[in-house]
């Protein structure tokens, strides 16, 4: 894929505020095991917990791009062809389609940090999944990337 035929790009990692709070978690399970145990198998936990927390970083990032024929959200993948209506959520319209009007069915690529997100409903007959529900930095941005 080149350069040119990307539409739209954008990645969603934790943000910091969540990432301090599960390192503190982490430095709790240190301290136990220090309590514990002793120096060694507390450096040890500390040295690998906190690797841990970084590649969690990384590897718990959604990744969303748009290219001349696919929406790819993460791994998943939707050729153009079979989106249909797509829209961009408000705040009060996440809440709801995350909780009480949630299809069971629905691919749900959503962060619990994030209060902004696209719905995107999928026109195919052989698919079961009615839509999708997308968090996103910048919904009105990917909304008119999906259109063009």
Not at 9 to 14: D, G, L, P, S, T
Not at 104 to 130: N, Q, Y
């Amino acid at each position: 894929m080149t350069k040119s035929e990307l539409r739209y790009r954008e990645v969603i990692r934790a943000p910091l505020w969540l990432i301090a709070f599960v390192y503190f978690l982490f430095l709790s399970i240190v301290l136990s095991l220090w309590a514990a145990l002793g120096n060694t198998p507390a450096q040890i936990s500390f040295a690998l917990l906190t690797v841990w927390i970084v590649v969690l970083y990384f590897r718990t990032a959604l990744t969303i791009t748009v290219d001349e024929k696919f929406l790819n959200v993460g791994k998943a993948r939707i050729e153009h062809q079979y989106i249909g209506e797509v829209s961009a959520l408000t705040t009060a319209q996440l809440k709801l389609a995350r909780t009480r009007d949630a299809d069971p069915s629905a691919f749900l690529a959503i962060r619990f940090w994030s209060g902004k997100a696209i719905k995107v409903e999928v026109k195919d007959a052989r698919d079961a999944t009615p839509y999708w529900l997308i968090s996103s930095k910048n919904p009105k941005r990917l909304v008119e990337a999906l259109k063009n």
